[in-house]
Each structure stands twice: as C-alpha cells, then as structure tokens.
C-alpha cells in the first residue's frame, strides 16, 4: 500500500468516527419530527446539539487537518474517486473549522426548539408564535456568513453548502430567464377552456389504503426496504440515520389523493440517491449531494418526469384502482389530466410542474433579502402575501398556507431553496439524456420496467454524485453545463398537449 493510500484509509477512519455522531444527530432528529411526544422538545433539543456538535468537533479536529495537510500534493497517487473525495473533505474541513464549536452547538439547540415550535405555530397558523425563534436561527444564520466571508452579498457566504460554485448573481440571471418564460406560459394555459378535472382526485380516502399505496409506489420505482421505511410527519423528508439505514415520510391529506402520493414519490426519488451511493463515500460525514440541485433533481425526476407521466400510469393505474375504488370508473386519460392541472395554489410541495418554480422565486428573492437585513422577521407575512399575489395571483388563506408553509427555515436551511429550482432544470436536462441512451426508456415504463432508468441513474448519477460538482456531473453526463432549455422545452411540450395548445 503506498503512503497515499495509507493515509487515505487514516483520512476515511478519522470521517467515519465524525459521521456516527452525525448519523446519530440525524436518528435524533427523525424520531422528533415522526415518533416524540411534543413534551420531549426542550430536552430534545439539548441531547441533539451535545450529539451534533460532538460529530462537528470530530471532523474539525486537528487529526483529520494533518492528515489532509500530509495529502496535499499526494492526490495525484490516488485514484480519481478517492481524489475527488479528499478535495471534496478538504473543501468541508476549511469551511466548517471557521465556525467555533460552541457558536455551532447553540445553533443546533436554536434550529431543534425552532423546529417543534414551528409545528406548534403551524398547527395554529399563528406567525407570532414562531417569530422569536425564528429571529434567533437568522442571528446565527448571519453570523455564520460573516465567518465564512463574502465580497458583495452575504447570501453568495450560504451557497456553498448547497451549490458549490454558485452565485446570487447566477442564481438571478436563472429566475430572470424562467420568469419571462413562465408568466406568460401559465397565463396561456390557465385561461384555456379545455381544462383538466382537477375535482376527480377529491374524496374520501382512509390513511390506511394511502399508505398502501404509498408503500406500492415506493416499491415500484425500486426503493429497497431492507435498507428504509415509510413514516409520517408534518412535513415531509427523507433522511439518512445510518450508511445502509436511508427513511422517507409522507404526510396524508384524506379529502385529496394527490398529496402524499406525490411527496412519497418526491421523497423516494431523494432516497434512490441515497440508496445508490458508492461504498466509498457513505461514511462522509455531513451526509449530502455535493450539490443540492442533483439530489433534488432525482427527487424531482422520479415525482414529476416519471410519476405525473402518462408511460408511468399505463403501468401504475390498476393498482391505485385496485386500493382506492374511487378511481373504478375514472378513465386514465382523464386521470392523467388531472394530475397535472396548471394552477397556481399557495403550498409549494403541491404544486403543478410549471408554478412550482415561482414558489422558489418567491423564497429566493425572500431569503436574500432577509440576509442583507433589508427587510425583518415581523416583517414577513406581509411581504410573503404580496409576493404570493405578485407571482401567483393569490392570497394564503392564513399563516399556515403561507409564511409558516415550510419546515426550511426552522431548521436554519437558508439557502437550500434555490436548488429545489435547480432541480428541476437538472431533472429535465438528465431525464433527457437518459432518453437518448436507453432504447424505448417511456415504453419500458409503460411495462413498469423502472428498474431500467435507475441503473442507468445509479450508474451516472448516484454513485459518485457527492464528489462532483453539478456542472461538471451534467457536462460528463449530457454533454453540456447546466442550462434551463431543456425544461422549458419539456413543460411546453407535455402541458401544450394536456391542454390542447396548438
């Protein structure tokens, strides 16, 4: 063994000691938002941030940066996956030693209370009740970007935990392009009078026979339950709590089908990324896609590209019949239909394909501006139901469909929801490429061989996702950097068809 890989090995034993307690943190976290009882929160709080920050201290200490420090300049003696996994710790390690342990575990205490008080608020769709805590998770939020520096916006000091490499301004000119190209394309679609049903997937439908189907679904598209499980929670997510332990939630609403079979497709697509990484970078600790925007685009592939498709339902529609016998009678084309209704509504994981992406706006333009503190936390709702109208023409009934929609900020993610619309445009630009290798890719689907496209995902995609950047992973895959075209083209097409645009 040469001294290269010798201290490779030494690197990846000191990384795995970090990820048991991050793991550990993340276990901690799945039983609050699935299984505690609301009056574990306070104590919850304080046993997740000894756990967190003990992990955070691990992967910061002096061993691991002598070890790096002896590799530098040995990486070349390395195969390349292994380069690219040192560069990708080294990246991690400089970034999390300019936080002091003791800033980062009163952080994790502030964004584990801030999320049980969240749920309270939303319960009560009282924004009030949050606006403390969430007052102290933007302190520490702003902190956290002064030490990690910034030349011109303090946003561009967040993104790197979620998109290397990217900029506010680039993140700008994106939302520029997709706005001039979406208003105008929903407009033509929501005043067209050959409208889809959307009243067909209303009813009455038990949790129990939701589960069922949720569970199918989740199978179908190939997630492995030796290795996850399906539970339930206030918002949904799928986590990591182990390297062969990967779980997703869903959360039933029993007036609408749609809901949670959607997010459980959602979830489950993040959760096949999980499921398919590479031996060698399971125990890498802060348990993540090097870019956030690859990770949402499976999630976002396996929910709208192939779940709302009509290959999809060919296969899929007789077991949903057999489970919810409101759908004996509803022919699949007008099922089809209805599951892709073009309607701006208030709740972002709800929405259709082609609104979804000025939810993202909306919290983008929101989050940024929240940073350079031009505008307050009380602030908030006020300016949450402006946008809402600016961007969707609607108005949140209350706080719960509005400002205290989403779990995001209570856990302190500021700066993740852009990669949600990166997502999308990297879903579009893979699930196209995937289409001109696979030979007759939507016909297998129609047999229900998903198997097919996520061996090819597994292959180009999953295995080594967490050590490349994003532009460099679509280049390699689909021959280009990212670009927004091949989405547009997408939408344009498939809805130009469900509503009869000539």
Not at 129 to 141: Q, R, V, Y
Not at 211 to 227: P, R, T
Not at 272 to 298: A, R, T
Not at 451 to 476: C, M, Q, S, Y
Request: proline letters at 5%; charged letters at 25%.
């Amino acid at each position: 063994m040469s001294e290269a890989e010798k201290l490779f090995k030494k690197l990846l034993d000191q990384v795995k000691i970090a990820a048991k307690f991050e793991y550990a943190a993340s276990l901690l976290s799945w039983d609050q938002q699935t299984k505690m009882p609301t009056g574990g929160a306070e104590g919850r709080a304080e046993i997740y941030a000894v756990v967190k920050t003990e992990g955070f201290k691990r992967f910061t200490s002096d061993a691991v940066g002598e070890i790096l420090e002896e590799l530098a300049g040995m990486e070349e003696k390395l195969e390349i996956e292994k380069q690219a996994l040192v560069q990708r710790i080294s990246a991690i390690y400089q970034r999390s030693k300019t936080i002091p342990p003791d800033l980062f575990g009163a952080f994790s205490e502030a964004k584990s209370k801030g999320y049980s008080i969240w749920v309270e608020a939303r319960k009560k769709s009282d924004f009030k009740l949050f606006k403390p805590a969430l007052e102290k998770i933007i302190e520490f939020t702003r902190q956290f970007a002064e030490l990690y520096g910034y030349e011109k916006n303090p946003y561009d000091a967040l993104l790197p935990d979620y998109e290397p490499g990217l900029t506010t301004e680039d993140l700008r000119r994106i939302v520029s392009h997709l706005r001039r190209e979406l208003v105008p394309l929903v407009r033509s679609l929501t005043e067209q009078p050959n409208k889809p049903d959307e009243t067909l997937l209303q009813g009455h439908f038990p949790e129990d026979l939701q589960q069922q189907l949720s569970l199918q679904v989740l199978k179908a598209i190939g997630y492995d339950f030796n290795i996850g499980r399906l539970d339930t929670t206030a918002h949904p997510f799928t986590t990591s709590v182990g390297p062969d332990d990967v779980r997703v939630t869903t959360n039933f609403v029993v007036d609408k089908m749609a809901p949670a079979l959607f997010a459980t497709i959602h979830e489950g697509g993040h959760a096949l990324y999980d499921q398919g990484k590479d031996p060698l970078v399971k125990w890498l600790y802060l348990d993540v896609g090097y870019s956030h925007g690859v990770h949402e685009s499976q999630s976002r592939m396996w929910e709208n590209m192939v779940g709302r498709s009509f290959p999809f339902w060919k296969f899929f529609y007789s077991r949903l019949q057999n489970i919810l016998s409101h759908f004996k009678n509803i022919a699949l084309e007008d099922f089809y239909r209805a599951i892709n209704t073009v309607k701006p509504s208030p709740i972002r994981i709800y929405a259709d394909e082609v609104t979804y992406n000025l939810h993202i706006m909306l919290r983008f333009e929101i989050e940024e501006a929240l940073l350079r503190g031009e505008i307050e936390v009380e602030d908030l709702p006020e300016l949450w139901n402006a946008k809402m109208h600016e961007y969707l023409g609607i108005v949140p009934e209350n706080d719960a469909k509005g400002v205290l929609q989403d779990v995001h900020w209570s856990e302190g993610y500021f700066g993740y929801f852009p990669s949600y619309m990166l997502g999308n445009l990297y879903a579009a630009q893979l699930f196209a490429a995937a289409k001109r290798k696979i030979a007759n890719l939507e016909e297998e689907i129609a047999k229900g061989n998903l198997n097919i496209l996520l061996k090819w995902l597994r292959a180009k995609v999953h295995r080594f996702g967490l050590t490349r950047e994003a532009p460099d992973l679509l280049r390699e895959v689909t021959g280009k950097g990212p670009t927004p075209e091949p989405w547009l083209d997408y939408v344009k097409e498939k809805f130009s068809n469900i509503y009869c645009v000539s």
